[in-house]
């Protein structure tokens, strides 16, 4: 389960398999890696350029004056990166994740679209070239497409943003966990759907807190993601009260993640990696990529519970949640997608949808009115979550209660009973607005 | 169920000497346990439950037919309706519905039925004595509310992702307005007068009112409760007394019902309940109202005169749909 892990989203992952290559060559050099890193073509096959996805459904006229259809056009990018691939089978990255929420956003806008006289569309541009993709964007904003969803590297989601100065455009960034990008590297034209690095660490954070697993080992990966995480996990623990006994860093050369055989010699591994700690409640995890994280529950040296990016997990969304009307939700996915909803198709659908209730709320298409309404005090949308979701003036953020979540199943929901706050209890999640530094909100 | 009425029974040894009367009349109450696939049976005047009885998966909506024979159950998880025999408990036949039925209501006639369909975005029409789908009407994302007009002429269906309440001619089957509500709609319902149409909104928090006349809002009720935190406040059941005058309104995980003049649309009172309050239904003289707590597996009694709560009953679990029948 990603934990609204942008960068599972693509399927790229050549390149990526192949640097793997020695994960425990030290302990035998005898098995062959002999995994063909084609094997996962399946699912590594170049998604289709640019398919415009047309989810016109004929408007329904509630009476039969035929009045004018307004068309609301979004447009969706993609900066497809190689990345590489998780761990297990059920974790690779489908080819339209993100889209096919997006898709089911436009589907459900258009139900109420056709009693508003009201049409979504969505075209879609999926590009590996950084610079292409920016002059896409920008051709079809300056052809009357002014709200994009964008799943891009965060120098491409700023570079984008740059190109777009002066022009109406809206970016719904639904991929991306960065705290940078709703900080220091804040854009008011930028809008998030997807939730930080913080708020996920928070999430989990009350969680463990309230389960009086104060003593944390933290374990983290070597990737720049990584370090990112397990910084938002410390600044978790400092604030709800846990501590961190001990740090260590998986420096194990990361191997193939798939050859035949490969558990004995986990089994080894990570007994021996996470031996003698000083005395701790859970282990949390930060490894963003799934490279080692998931073979940590059940092997770990002491009988300890795994929490982080692997084990139990904070996440936008999971596909077997089912309160809150959810199960008509995710059914309604699954037969669209012939799959199972995602955090990042969530994150998109809600892109959508934000985009949809502004439209019938103020009964507009005009961008600059669905704009400030969705920034003003009187948005909120539904998201399957028992609470309004809003937009946190001071950065950009929808701000969202989070699911505490094992693979097979929800174990809690975030913010937990007594984590208080002033104005939303939903605040005690992510980086609050006496401590944002992003400036272009205020300014 | 041969329960001796106690105000009949009073009146006819003591004559006019009445006490100051409990609620005299003993009816029968029905819950639907969403967790336990059950139904528990409640008498209205030991307030306690006398029988569960089992029915089909993830029971909620509950109505009883006109007569009072039929107890008609939205078994969800079956994607079909059960109808059982209020007095015996026994299952008399299903009746179709599109899938996932959630709340259902009658024409003022007795039938037919309609269903709201979560799954398709659907009304669904149901004859229930030949047990055929006789039509369906298309409306928003999440079809769940279902109020009908006092005359049978009008039906209000909200969707809840698209936060409207629908206005349905029930000759044609065709929706002739629509009116955009606060987020999450979960139930609409007339007034006795059908002057009045109230439609809950969980997420956003409010009631709207609608004048049906000319679909224009009216008022919208806001509630406000010290210590409880604007998220917990979350609208859902809606009942309101014979005469017209007072709204009550479930507030979810406020666990409160809102008491509501209905004119001035203020709130007047907040009276705790149970846990995750929804559904409600009056006693057929209207003296105490019934609520389901979900989250605590109970049944609250409230004394519609006095506006206290006087008991709570345990249930089975999730407690979701509840309905009084005159007997």
Redesign the interface.
């Known amino acids: 389960m990603a934990n609204g892990n942008a960068e599972r989203a693509h399927s790229g992952g050549m390149i990526a398999c192949l640097r793997r290559g020695a994960l425990f060559a030290s302990l035998a050099a005898a098995l062959a890696m002999a995994a063909p890193v084609r094997s996962l073509a399946e699912d590594a096959a170049p998604p289709a350029a640019a398919a415009p996805a047309p989810e016109a459904t004929a408007p329904?006229k509630?009476?039969e004056t035929a009045p004018k259809v307004a068309v609301i056009p979004i447009l969706l990018a993609r900066e497809l990166r190689e990345e590489p691939l998780p761990l297990s089978l059920l974790d690779l990255p489908p080819k339209d994740l993100g889209l096919a929420g997006a898709k089911l956003g436009i589907t459900?806008n258009n139900?109420?679209g056709r009693?508003?006289n009201q049409e979504f569309t969505l075209e879609t541009i999926e590009e590996s070239d950084p610079a292409k993709l920016i002059a896409d964007v920008v051709q079809k904003v300056d052809a009357g497409m002014h709200f994009v969803l964008v799943d891009a590297s965060p120098a491409t989601l700023l570079k984008l943003s740059d190109a777009l100065k002066g022009k109406e455009a809206l970016l719904i960034n639904y991929a991306l966990p960065d705290d940078s990008l709703r900080e220091e590297d804040c854009r008011a034209d930028v809008l998030h759907t997807a939730p930080t690095r913080s708020m996920l660490a928070d999430a989990l954070a009350q969680y463990l807190v309230w389960k009086k697993w104060n003593r944390w080992l933290l374990l983290l990966g070597p990737t720049e993601k990584d370090k990112l995480y397990a910084d938002a996990i410390r600044r978790a623990a400092k604030r709800f009260g846990a501590k961190i006994v001990e740090e260590r860093t998986f420096t194990y050369d990361s191997g193939n993640r798939r050859s035949d055989g490969g558990f004995e010699q986990v089994q080894q591994q990570i007994p021996t990696f996470t031996q003698s700690a000083p005395d701790y409640d859970v282990v949390v995890v930060a490894d963003e990529s799934s490279l080692f994280g998931d073979y940590l529950p059940y092997r770990t040296w002491d009988a300890r519970p795994v929490a982080g990016t692997a084990g139990l997990v904070a996440e936008s969304w999971h596909p077997a949640i089912e309160l809150w009307?959810g199960?008509?939700?995710q059914?309604?996915f699954k037969r669209l997608a012939d799959r199972t909803m995602r955090p990042i198709d969530y994150n998109a659908w809600l892109a959508v949808r934000m985009i949809g209730?502004a439209a019938?709320?103020t009964k507009s298409t005009n961008f600059k009115e669905l704009v400030d309404y969705i920034k003003g005090p009187s948005f909120?949308?539904?998201g399957f979550k028992?609470?309004?979701l809003s937009v946190r003036n001071w950065n950009g953020q929808l701000r969202q209660p989070i699911l505490v979540d094992t693979p097979k199943m929800l174990v809690t929901v975030s913010p937990q009973q007594g984590f208080l706050h002033q104005s939303?209890?939903?605040d005690t999640l992510g980086v609050d607005k006496p401590e944002t530094k992003c400036k272009a909100y205020t300014q | 169920m041969k329960r001796i009425k106690v105000g009949a029974l009073l009146l006819g040894t003591l004559s006019a000497l009445a006490l100051p009367v409990p609620a005299a009349y003993a009816y029968t109450a029905f819950v639907t346990n969403e967790k336990d696939n059950s139904v528990s049976v409640i008498d209205t005047e030991k307030l306690e439950v006398i029988k569960t009885f089992p029915v089909g998966q993830r029971p909620r909506g509950v109505i009883l037919s006109n007569d009072g024979k039929w107890l008609i159950v939205c078994t969800s998880d079956d994607n079909i309706i059960q109808v059982y025999d209020t007095k015996t408990y026994q299952l008399v036949k299903t009746l179709p519905s599109g899938?996932?039925p959630e709340l259902l209501i009658l024409h003022p006639s007795g039938n037919p039925l309609y269903v709201a369909n979560?799954?398709d975005?659907l009304v669904t029409v149901v004859d229930i004595q030949s047990g055929k789908i006789v039509g369906d009407i298309?409306v928003?994302?999440?079809p769940e509310g279902m109020g009908m007009s006092p005359d049978g002429k009008v039906l209000v269906n909200t969707?809840?992702?698209?936060?409207?309440a629908?206005f349905i001619d029930t000759t044609t089957h065709k929706?002739?307005?629509?009116v955009?509500v606060d987020?999450?709609p979960r139930v609409a319902i007339f007034n006795p007068a059908g002057t009045q149409l109230w439609v809950s909104s969980e997420?956003?928090?409010t009631v709207t009112v609608i004048n049906p006349a000319d679909r224009k809002v009216i008022g919208k009720v806001r509630f406000e409760i010290p210590g409880v935190?604007?998220?917990a406040i979350?609208p859902v059941g809606i009942r309101i007394t014979q005469d017209g005058k007072t709204a009550f309104v479930a507030l979810g995980?406020a666990n409160r019902v809102a008491v509501i003049d209905t004119e001035t649309l203020q709130v007047k009172k907040y009276l705790l309940v149970g846990q995750r309050v929804w559904q409600m239904a009056f006693t057929p003289d209207g003296k105490q109202l019934l609520t389901t707590n979900g989250a605590s597996n109970d049944v609250s009694v409230i004394d519609v005169a006095a506006l206290k709560v006087i008991k709570s009953i345990r249930t089975g679990r999730y407690p979701w749909g509840i309905v009084v029948a005159p007997f």
């Open positions: 329904a509630a009476d459900d139900t109420t009693f508003m009307g199960t008509q939700f059914n309604r209730e019938a709320r909120e949308v539904a028992g609470v309004g939303s209890v939903l | 899938p996932d979560e799954d975005n298309p928003g994302v999440e969707s809840e992702t698209t936060n409207m629908h929706t002739f307005d629509n955009l987020s999450r997420i956003g928090g935190t604007k998220e979350q995980p």
